[in-house]
T-cell receptor
Framework: DVKVTQSSRYLVKRTGEKVFLECVQD?????MFWYRQDPGLGLRLIYF???????EKGDIPEGYSVSREKKERFSLILESASTNQTSMYLC???????????????FGPGTRLTVL | AQTVTQSQPEMSVQEAETVTLSCTYD???????LFWYKQPPSRQMILVIR??????QNATENRFSVNFQKAAKSFSLKISDSQLGDTAMYFC????????????FGQGTRLTINP
């Protein structure tokens, strides 16, 4: 079974702190994604990566950065956390299929981040 | 840009009843995928069912089936013989078949199955 793990289930940080959210997958997937989940808004894509050291902005990248130094690990960084970044953060991974093909995205358990 | 809309924030039915969750989307693409994901309370998001836009036949997975109306851009999920374990947030999602495999999600529907 595919396993996507996230470093923390719950995290509390203070405004202005630098925050690292870690995601690890064990199935050699090329694609990795970071989503933010908010009530009434669903999930929104922050960043994604289709290979080591590659990254692309999603729909809401402002205030975030990412790092992918190893294939299995994708980190989300909040350079200076703000209260409006209080949210649930979900990581996902998938194989990088050929054009027109589909590969299922597998999700981690999520990290609920509170910024005070 | 693609958008996905779920107009039912919450639904509640009795166990064993049938329930239908609605989803509409907007896209100019001709080929794409549509999904329903389930997020149980405090548990991981899992894929429930998938539909390829080029297939006219509606997808089914055991008690879960979809009604895919491409012209109307509608993609509803029907859960038959609902069970307590079906209680969850349900998200409708869209993915283009070409390019980056990014999911676009709807707002979600919180479904409660009552005993």
């Amino acid at each position: 079974d595919v396993k996507v793990t996230q470093s923390s289930r719950y995290l509390v940080k203070r405004t202005g702190e630098k925050v690292f959210l870690e995601c690890v997958q064990d199935m050699d997937h090329e694609n990795m994604f970071w989503y933010r989940q908010d009530p009434g808004l669903g999930l929104r894509l922050i960043y994604f990566s289709y290979d080591v050291k590659m990254k692309e902005k999603g729909d809401i990248p402002e205030g975030y950065s990412v790092s992918r130094e190893k294939k299995e690990r994708f980190s989300l960084i909040l350079e200076s956390a703000s209260t409006n970044q209080t949210s649930m953060y979900l990581c996902a991974s998938s194989l990088h299929g050929s054009t027109g093909s589909y590969n299922e995205q597998f999700f981690g358990p999520g990290t609920r981040l509170t910024v005070l | 840009a693609q958008t996905v809309t779920q107009s039912q924030p919450e639904m509640s039915v009795q166990e064993a009843e049938t329930v239908t969750l609605s989803c509409t989307y907007d896209t100019s693409e001709n080929n794409y995928y549509l999904f329903w994901y389930k997020q149980p309370p405090s548990r991981q998001m899992i894929l429930v069912i998938r539909q390829e836009a080029y297939k006219q036949q509606n997808a089914t997975e055991n008690r879960f089936s979809v009604n895919f109306q491409k012209a109307a851009k509608s993609f509803s999920l029907k859960i038959s013989d609902s069970q307590l374990g079906d209680t969850a947030m349900y998200f409708c999602a869209f993915m283009k078949s070409q390019g980056a495999q990014k999911l676009v999600f709807g707002q979600g529907t919180r479904l409660t199955i009552n005993p």
